[in-house]
């Protein structure tokens, strides 16, 4: 990999983790037009995007900055309080741990099947278009009966597991962390705006596991990776990300998803096509 291959990579990567269309897909994709995934090696691929998915999550991080020090200040100092209990925490704290357990069901399933997402499987253009057309369809039928009327504050800790198990979805390449969990959210009744935040602030967490996991795992990769690419990519994932972000909340405040669901159905059946005609 060079390092004009590590730019694209990462502007590809800052782009697509947080508008619902799948980063995984769209670099898969990328990869294999460029000839850069070994089909001998495949978790090579996969590790490379674990580790520059650290750059998206920085961008997360320094976006919301004050929400994710409010979130640990005060979940610690409620935590601590003596006189504290759930039904007394701030509304930060409450956030705090909604997120801690809908981080849960992406850990254990990630763990359970660690080795078929590392495999060549998870890799194939088949299984990407599918899963780009069937969350398309999953995020229209959202749109058509979500009601859109809850905001943050009125989430439930029943609403922060449904959205954890969905962002375990996102495990499936083709499906989109955001497009899941924002599907969830959609479903659950709440806005597009706060089913975006709690999308991304949900990410935190899992997105830096992985990344850290997969960094130490790949130490023995950087040999057919590249230290200096994948840092290149990492940097140019969180500036584009950043950007990102900032325009997807807005957008979402007067916009619907469709031009989401339009393009993952596009792309979900020219991968198909792809896919029936490379392998002929």
Do not use: C
Request: cysteine-free; hydrophobic content about 50%; proline content about 3%.
């Amino acid at each position: 990999m060079d390092i004009f291959h590590a730019i694209i990579l990462g502007i590809i990567q800052g782009l697509t983790e947080f508008l619902p269309i799948s980063s995984t897909a769209h670099l898969t994709v990328a990869g294999k037009l460029m000839g850069l995934i070994d089909p001998a090696r495949p978790e090579d691929w996969t590790a490379f995007i674990a580790i520059i998915q650290l750059g998206t999550v920085s961008a997360v991080i320094i976006y919301f900055f004050r929400d994710v020090v409010g979130m640990l200040t005060h979940g610690w100092k409620d935590l601590r309080s003596p006189a504290a209990g759930a039904g007394r925490w701030s509304s930060q704290s409450r956030l705090a741990w909604k997120i801690i357990v809908g981080t849960i069901p992406v850990g254990v399933i990630g763990l359970l099947f660690k080795k078929i997402i590392e495999g060549a499987i998870t890799k194939e253009l088949s299984v990407i278009g599918s899963s780009m057309i069937g969350l398309a369809l999953l995020l229209w039928w959202a749109e058509r009966v979500g009601k859109r009327t809850r905001t943050e504050d009125q989430t439930t800790w029943k609403d922060a597991l449904i959205i954890g198990f969905a962002q375990a979805m996102a495990l499936i390449p083709g499906s989109s962390r955001s497009g899941t969990t924002i599907t969830a959210g959609l479903f659950l009744g709440l806005t597009r705006e706060t089913a975006a935040r709690f999308s991304f602030l949900l990410s935190i967490p899992a997105v830096i596991a992985s990344g850290l996991f997969e960094l130490y795992s790949a130490r023995h990769h950087f040999g057919a990776i590249g230290l200096v690419p994948v840092t290149i990519s990492t940097i140019v994932s969180g500036v584009v990300g950043y950007a990102t972000i900032s325009f997807l909340l807005k957008y979402l405040k007067t916009h619907t998803t469709y031009v989401f669901i339009l393009y993952r159905l596009v792309l979900g059946i020219a991968l198909w096509w792809m896919f029936l005609n490379w392998s002929a």
